[in-house]
């Protein structure tokens, strides 16, 4: 167990639909990473959150947003869904605001659009 | 971050050592070797990281050749849970890359490591 925690495990949505996956980070951890994982990609780095404000912007597209809250959990919005969009999503944490020695990553969320 | 060069695929039998080789040619002198590894959609798992001298853990063995161009993944006694794919990647610790798109680690297409009865 990382002690990151993804909710829901699985998802299934129709297109052009909106859905919102949860990240909640290790204790007293304060970085948040979003990664995306599809079938034909590896892993892409999406976006992160330290201590609240975006700190640094992968490949995410116009369609996705995301937020990290006071208590430091964070959400992915993703909009305007498209069958493209079926893929893993991982959120991943750390102490600090880059990943200096391990990362730890959440089980993640298997999103199917329809 | 400096690109990695991995084989796609390995076989190894349960029980032997597995050597899993990267090839960092263009590594610069502050970027470290991370290893991680995948298990079957499972999120990813930190196993090793080092900067020039070996290092080992209770996961795995980490052998940096001295000229730092190549690393070695050693699991010591494979068993069938060390099937997944395994990503070798290097970059300067601690360090806001330009541009702030590539802060968050940068995985390739790793080595898928088969474990064989």
């Known amino acids: 167990d990382s002690g990151v925690t993804q909710t829901p495990k699985h998802l299934i949505t129709a297109t052009g639909q909106r859905v919102t996956l949860r990240c909640s980070p290790r204790?007293?951890?304060?970085?948040v990473y979003w990664y995306q994982q599809s079938l034909d990609q590896g892993l892409q780095f999406l976006i992160q959150y330290y201590n609240g404000e975006e700190r640094a912007k992968g490949n995410i597209l116009e369609r996705f947003s995301a937020q990290q809250f006071p208590d430091l959990h964070s959400e992915l919005n993703l909009s305007s869904l498209e069958l493209g969009d079926s893929a893993l999503y991982f959120c991943?944490?750390?102490?600090?605001?880059?990943?200096?020695?391990?990362?730890?990553f959440g089980q993640g969320t298997r999103l199917t659009v329809v | 971050d400096a690109k990695t060069t991995q084989p796609p695929s390995m076989d190894c039998a349960e029980g032997r050592a597995a050597n899993l080789p990267c090839n960092h040619s263009t590594i610069s002198g502050n970027e470290y070797v991370y290893w991680y590894r995948q298990i079957h959609s499972q999120g990813p798992q930190y196993i090793i990281h080092g900067l020039k001298n070996n290092e080992t853990n209770e996961m795995a063995s980490l052998i940096i050749t001295e000229d730092r161009k190549s690393s070695t993944l050693i699991l010591p006694h494979a068993t069938l849970r060390d099937t997944a794919v395994y990503y070798c990647?290097?970059?300067?610790?601690?360090?806001?890359?330009?541009?702030?798109?590539?802060?968050?680690?940068?995985f390739g297409k790793g080595t898928h490591l088969i474990i064989q009865p």
């Open positions: 991943a944490s750390s102490p600090t605001g880059t990943m200096n020695t391990e990362a730890f």
């Open positions: 204790s007293g951890d304060l970085s």
């Open positions: 990647i290097v970059r300067v610790p601690g360090i806001m890359y330009s541009g702030g798109s590539a802060d968050g680690l940068t």
